[in-house]
Structure formats: structure tokens, C-alpha cells
């Protein structure tokens, strides 16, 4: 009866370990930025209704640091535009600027194809999500 037991013990420590790998598999494709990320390239004026919200398409980079999403107002004519920046490190989040003839919102982020206005707030959420959830799961399968 105790030999049973045993058994069930070790399984489920193989199949935890088995989770385990798979989480940090799944951590390390998120985190696999190190090269650069990539960030779409648009703006209203040129590429139209695609790249206005809800944004639709935009041309990819790569090799970039931070992308980052400017909308606003010049002379009262409306934009987007969104890019790549790879020579300096902005400071990620929203920053709202106004003066006289032109005014707007600029956000920066730091993941991949992050400047969509959609899927980059998600992305953000999963990636600081996943090591919670690992914590979690070791808790509820004490090792």
C-alpha cells in the first residue's frame, strides 16, 4: 500500500517537472528579445486607414529597441503614426504633450509588434503574468 503511494508521488513529480520545462520554454519564447524586437512601421498620411485605429497593417522592422505609437493633431489635422526606434531607450508608457499648433499622445513599449494598439497591452500582461503563475502552480504542487 505504501509502495502505491510512492509510485503516485514520483508521477507527479514527473509530470510537475514535465510542467515545469514547459512553462520556462514558454518564458523564454517571450523573453527571446535580446536580438531586438520588431515593431510595425506606419503612419496615416502615407498608408492611409491601415494604420489608424482600429490599426489593420504596417510594414515590420526588426532589430529595434523600443516601438512606439505617436498620435495627434497638428494644425488641426489628426494622425498616427507608428515605428521603431534603435538608437535610444525611451521610456516606456504614455506621455501626452500639447502647444500651440500640434498636440498628442506618445506611448513606447518594449515587445514585439507591441504598437499595434491591441495585442500590446495583452503581450505586457502575459509576460509579467507568467512568473506569478509558475509561483502559483509550485504552491498548489509543493515539490
Not at 29 to 50: E, H, L, P, R, V
Not at 94 to 119: H, K, M, P, Q
Request: overall charge negative; hydrophobic content about 35%; charged content about 20%.
Amino acid at each position: 500500500m505504501n509502495v502505491s503511494y510512492d509510485l503516485k508521488s514520483k508521477l507527479r513529480k514527473m509530470e510537475l517537472k514535465k510542467h515545469l520545462i514547459i512553462c520556462w520554454v514558454v518564458l523564454l519564447a517571450f523573453c527571446s528579445g535580446a536580438q531586438g524586437i520588431s515593431c510595425y512601421s506606419c503612419d496615416t498620411i502615407t498608408d492611409g486607414k491601415n494604420c489608424d485605429d482600429p490599426f489593420v497593417d504596417g510594414t515590420v522592422k526588426k532589430n529595434c529597441t523600443s516601438c512606439f505609437t505617436l498620435k495627434g493633431e497638428v494644425s488641426g489635422v489628426k494622425g498616427i503614426a507608428r515605428d521603431c526606434e534603435t538608437e535610444t531607450d525611451l521610456t516606456t508608457g504614455c506621455n501626452s504633450f500639447e502647444e500651440d499648433i500640434y498636440s498628442g499622445t506618445l506611448c513606447v513599449c518594449t515587445t514585439d509588434l507591441c504598437n499595434d494598439a491591441t495585442r500590446g497591452p495583452m503581450a505586457t500582461i502575459m509576460l509579467n503574468l507568467l512568473p506569478v503563475l509558475v509561483y502559483i502552480f509550485l504552491k498548489l504542487f509543493e515539490m
